[in-house]
């Protein structure tokens, strides 16, 4: 099998992927704030995470994935200012921060399902492991690495000589940038929260603990930290996330970590994925300009159609969110379900003397930094080949969908989807009918013969299927 290449952040360049040790590689991604619905292009960053973990599955290796919630700690502002996102969306929802984060936790988990996102091998919560937060922070203070203002607990970031070496951060501008603005009780532009002060204006947040600092709750950046090496070690192997982390929180979980553990590099990997784009900007809840996984399956686009929409451009490669995308994709994945389903149920062979050469392309394709559009690239052209027979086609199919998660390996999932419009306008045709108002009934047939779908009558009732 080929050597699998990662692309790595931290020297930005392609390297050979070689475990820390015989065991299984440990892997760590860094999951949904749960406040709120997450959007398509935060699920385009757990899909990239569970491609990363099911290619290196592919290559033989066990894997130990953690995935974090943070239901405490993350600040409307990345930089340490605003309010606290679950703070803020239970007051917002009328419900306590604790609802709050069991609702959108249990979304998100169903989002993932629908998407085929394996589950981690373990989740962790951020409430869950106050303790380990505290502890770290407490080591740093003891190594002089944080100082304390009224705001809270804070890294001094001029203490680490290597600070932002990930992002590539240019200090000296940072710098020019406070003269200009101000960095408030900061000591520098870069340092960040470890530890924030519950406020003594009477206003009670909900979420808050004791510590030797005083009672408040942990900054964002030093869960990822505490939880990762709890349950990974103080080094290991793979860090996943989206490029909007690279600068602020990876940056800050590397300075913390480092100094803590003592150990540099901590993490040996990271791992980055791209945007996606709608509308010519970066989707983001501020702006409105966010679209999710239930917005598109209401449009009759399959989850699955998204997945296999993400998968048709390179993880590093921005993409761009559009009606058009989706129904391109759509109709790529249902051709390849039917393919799938013609395949599995054919037991026409030509030997497996072809089979080979595509698997080793597939293998390639994702070896070389896990290009997936030259993957699937291959699983057309094995669909479409005249060298291989319908069984050889689907075994390499099969094989092929571990990696892709399109369900085209499970029989069982090989439901054409039902679409809840369609059937609502089937039904509508019906009675149009059954009225005898057959002026209705043809204008609705017409309308769906204009979406795609071809209805067939048969002694059973109406079908359907998408033309
Ligand atoms: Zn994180």
Known sequence: MSELMLYNTLTRRKERFEPLGPGAVGM??????????????????????????????????????IVNITDVGHLTDDADAGEDKMEEAARREGMTAWEVAAKWTAVFEEDLKRLHVLEPSRWCKATDHIPEQIEMIATLEAKGFTYTNRDGVYFDTSKEPHYGELARLDLESQETQERIEGVGDKRN???????????????????????????????????????????????????????DHIPVHHTNEIAQSENAFGVRPWVRYWLHGAWLMFDN??????????????????????????????LTAHYRQQMSLSDAALDGAQASYQRLVRHAIELRDSDESQGAAAMEGFKSRFDRALADDLNTPQALAVVWEAVRSNDLGAVEKWQL??????????GLADANLLVPTIDAEIEAKIQEREAARAAKDYARSDEIRDELIADGIVLEDTPEGVRWRRG
């Open 397 to 406: 199919l099969s094989g092929f969908d571990v990696v892709l998660g399109l």
């Open 281 to 310: 900007e970066k989707m983001s809840k501020s702006k409105g300009t966010t679209v999710t996984l239930d917005d598109i399956v209401e449009h009759g686009i399959d989850s699955l159609a998204y997945r296999y929409f993400l």
């Open 189 to 243: 532009p870069s340092d960040f929260a470890l530890w924030k002060l519950s406020k003594a204006d009477g206003n009670k947040r909900q979420m808050e603990w004791e510590s030797p600092w005083g009672n408040g709750f942990p900054g964002w950046h030093i869960e990822c930290s505490a939880m990762s090496s709890k349950y990974l070690g103080e080094t290991f192997d793979i860090h996943t996330g989206g490029v």
């Open 28 to 65: 760590y991604s860094c999951g949904p704030t749960v406040y709120s619905h997450q959007h398509l292009g935060n699920m385009r960053a757990y899909v990239f995470a569970d491609l990363v973990k099911r290619v290196l599955g592919y290559f033989g290796h066990d894997v130990n994935h």
